[in-house]
Every structure is written in C-alpha cells, then in structure tokens.
C-alpha cells in the first residue's frame, strides 16, 4: 500500500465523504441523547475524528436544521428539570422523615 492512498476515508483526500461521515455519526450521538460535548468526546475518542471537524460540523448541523435543535435542547432541559425536582423532593421528604 502507498502512504498517499489510506485504507478509510480521510478529511484531505475525500472532505465531502468525510464530512458525510462525521454528519452521520453526530446524527447516531443524537439518537444516543448525547450533547454537543458528550458527542465531540465520544467521536474524538473512539471515531479519531478532531473535536474541531466535530464542532464545525455540529455548527452547521445546527444552522440548517435550527427547529430541530432547539426541540432536543428543549427536551434535555425539560428532563434535568425533572430530575432536579424529583431530587430535591426526595431530600426534603428525607428530611422530614428525620424529624
């Protein structure tokens, strides 16, 4: 095999096939539930993909696609709220019940 030619798509060589591919796999990480974070570390990690492809695209996803996003921010405050409610009822009847 000859160092110009890799064996997996590469940024340099295929930008639009790479950029495809990093859509996909945020769109994956989204299904997931992962946050923007959650899914720059995973891709990073186990994908070798620069946080910065990453966050670029994720940007881009998030211009194009604006409604969708702010529904699945939405949801994601919407159950950290819940769980800090359930949490800090749970402290208080903990409380009480030490009375």
């Known amino acids: 095999m000859s160092a110009d030619h890799h064996p997996l798509l590469c940024l ?3 930008p639009h096939s790479y950029i495809r591919i990093v859509q996909h796999l945020i769109e994956r990480c989204l299904l997931l539930r992962m ?9 990073a990690d186990h994908a ?9 695209v994720w940007r881009e ?3 194009e696609n604006t409604g969708f996003f ?22 208080v009847h903990k409380k009480e019940a030490m009375w």
């Open 12 to 14: 340099h060589c295929h």
């Open 70 to 91: 702010r529904e699945y921010y939405q949801c994601f405050s919407s159950k950290a709220l819940l769980r800090k409610t359930y949490y800090e009822g749970t402290k």
């Open 35 to 43: 946050n923007r974070d959650q899914c720059i570390k995973t891709l």
């Open 61 to 63: 996803l998030l211009k």
């Open 48 to 56: 070798s993909i620069p946080p910065a492809i990453t966050l670029t």
